[in-house]
């Protein structure tokens, strides 16, 4: 590889870099009583040692231990709570070097000594409840998330990791299917971190984490599946709240929401609308030494990235319920997002022989201007069948994405004289559609002798147009580039049918249940001058179990023992279904290579 290949490489490996160097620190322990007895569900918050902000939180599993992962080198310190006990704040400690994985010793809470003149018993929900086939998040028992995004209420809840570009983690485990009120995003990567970034923390009622989720969920995420529930104030007679958020560093950021509720006796009428911003930066400078086979030195490499990612979000739900009936009502939900982004990415290199003789320097400016925007159109109906709890509910969606993406790369490298040596540009379109189509039918049925039971049919249907066209400036004369360049067309049916019971027989709670999904698919590469274009088409019908066990111990419920076995399907998400390559920057490309087999859902 020549110096001038060696610098434009690095000068773009930014992304990469930052993922596997930033935020790879683990830091582990376990939390016990005076007798080293180990506490389940104390509650470990992580915070900054320098402005003491919540980095992440969690509580402790059965064997009292904790674990926050995805850290970067910094000051920490920990406050662990449990009731009844004494509330513990740690030292300041410093994570950081090559230790990536830091076990702390045993944290012994002690019995709280204080003496109470008067007691008030209050109720509150706690920020953790954890239920047979799920732990259930609450963001409003987490003073630190006012004023913040769903995707920074997500990021502190136990057991989930975010990582950059919309990355979402459970337990480790990528591929989460990320659901808002029991609907699936059907978005992953840069799309789904923009949605999340624009709905407010203040318009989430809970968080709901199911790493081995029940029947009624589609069996695609082989992670699991987050259900983010929204708010909804049935209060009779007009009411409101809004929220507004400002935050000011080197750039600002900002998120804003206003609910509005009208509750009669014949319909209800909401509205919740949110709008924010977010401008943060980074500045990354890195240094490699090259060595030639035989081990000499050859070169020097200095690199300044310097990154501004600009943001906006603006979105608004309307909708109204019909009450037809005491026991029935018609709804009707319309839901609009646009967010608008930029990203400007300046790059300063030098390369230097190894008695430091300078021979290039070399600039780099990279821009990339996108645009996403959804629409969501709901049609529900819910009728209550009798007194005991039964009743069938009927959704019928229509949910469409758009986005368009500009990038624009470009390139100098001079020489050690200073003369322009090489130079090129890159642009770049992606337009991308996804429109989708889907109806199910919910019925729940308990019986007298506390067996519940839950069945359901649901059909869907999705069509995604996407498209790469990229252009080569060199010398002057502009080309396109067919290597680069392509479209593929994907269409995708789901038929699936589900049954699931649940009893509790005093503190055994038992859940078991059966989905059943058939999927057919069909996709067309259409090609160009240079590539041949290709046609695929497939259907299989496959079936997932369930089962959910969970013992009580104890009647405070401070003691389980959990059992739970399912099988999932790992779908790729419809950005990762483009047989065509996406390029990150003129030469770090992710390759997806047009082989069938790689890309088909199984």
């Known amino acids: 590889m020549s110096i001038k290949e060696i610098a434009l490489f690095s000068c773009f490996w930014i992304g990469s870099f930052m993922a596997q160097s930033q935020n790879d620190y683990t830091l582990q322990g376990q939390i016990t009583d005076e007798k080293g007895s180990p506490i389940e569900l104390a509650t470990v918050v992580l915070l900054s040692d320098g402005d003491g902000k919540m980095v992440q939180a969690g509580y402790t599993e059965a064997d009292g231990s904790f674990a926050f992962a995805g850290l970067s080198a910094n000051g920490y310190r920990l406050e662990v709570s449990f009731v009844g006990l004494a509330k513990y704040v740690s030292q300041p400690m410093a994570i950081g070097g090559a230790n990536k994985k830091v076990q702390l010793p045993p944290i012994q809470l002690l019995p709280d000594e204080a003496q109470l003149s008067e007691v008030t018993v209050t109720t509150r929900k706690p920020y953790i409840e954890r239920l047979a086939d799920r732990t259930i998040v609450n963001p409003d028992a987490l003073i630190s998330n006012a004023g913040s995004s769903a995707l920074e209420a997500l990021e502190k809840a136990p057991g989930v990791q975010v990582g950059d570009g919309g990355d979402v983690r459970l337990k480790g485990r990528s591929g989460v299917a990320i659901f808002i009120d029991d609907k699936p995003t059907y978005l992953s990567g840069t799309e789904l971190e923009s949605y999340l970034r624009s709905i407010p923390a203040s318009s989430i009622k809970q968080i709901e984490l199911m790493p081995n989720p029940p029947a009624k969920y589609e069996a695609g995420g082989n992670a699991g599946v987050i259900n983010i529930v929204t708010k909804r104030n049935r209060a009779p007679g007009f009411n409101g709240s809004t929220s507004l958020a400002y935050t000011q560093g080197k750039y600002s950021r900002s998120n804003n929401s206003l609910n509005l509720n009208l509750n009669r006796q014949k319909f209800g009428l909401f509205l919740n609308l949110g709008a924010g911003h977010r401008n943060f930066f980074q500045d990354l400078n890195i240094y490699r030494s090259y060595t030639r086979m035989d081990g000499d030195p050859s070169a020097d490499f200095a690199q300044n990235s310097y990154i501004v990612p600009r943001s906006q979000s603006y979105n608004a739900k309307l909708g109204l319920d019909l009450y037809l009936s005491e026991k029935t009502t018609l709804g009707f939900v319309v839901k609009a997002l646009a967010n608008p982004n930029e990203r400007q990415t300046d790059n300063t290199a030098i390369v230097l022989r190894p008695d430091g003789f300078l021979l ?55 020489e050690s004289s200073g003369n322009l040596g090489y130079a090129d540009t890159i642009r770049g379109g992606l337009p991308s559609y996804i429109n989708i189509y889907a109806a199910k039918a919910d019925y729940t049925k308990p019986f007298a002798n506390g067996l519940k039971m839950e069945a359901g049919l649901k059909s869907a249907f999705t069509e995604t147009d996407n498209e790469a066209a990229y252009t080569k400036t060199l010398a002057g004369q502009t080309f396109i580039n067919y290597d680069l360049s392509n479209r593929f067309l994907y269409d995708e049916w789901i038929h699936a049918a589900y049954l699931n019971f649940s009893k509790t027989l005093g503190r055994l709670d038992l859940q078991a249940g059966l989905r059943v999904e058939n999927t057919s698919l069909e996709g067309t590469q ?67 290579q047009p082989q069938p087999a790689a890309y088909l859902r199984p």
């Open 360 to 414: 290039n320097n070399v600039l780099a400016d990279n821009a990339d201007n996108a645009s996403f925007r959804n629409g969501t159109y709901n049609l529900n109906l819910r009728h209550q069948l009798d007194s005991t709890g039964s009743n069938i509910v009927f959704d019928a969606d229509y949910v469409t994405y758009r986005t368009d993406a500009d990038q624009f790369f470009q390139n100098f490298i001079f």
């Open 526 to 592: 259409l090609g160009n001058e240079v590539k041949p274009g290709s046609k695929f088409s497939r259907s299989y019908t496959q079936a997932f179990p369930t089962f959910f066990a969970n013992w009580r111990l104890d009647s405070l419920d401070k003691n389980t023992i959990s059992l739970s076995y399912g099988r999932r399907i790992d779908r790729p998400f419809f950005q990762d279904l483009n047989p065509f390559i996406s390029p990150l920057d003129p030469v770090h490309i992710l390759h997806r």
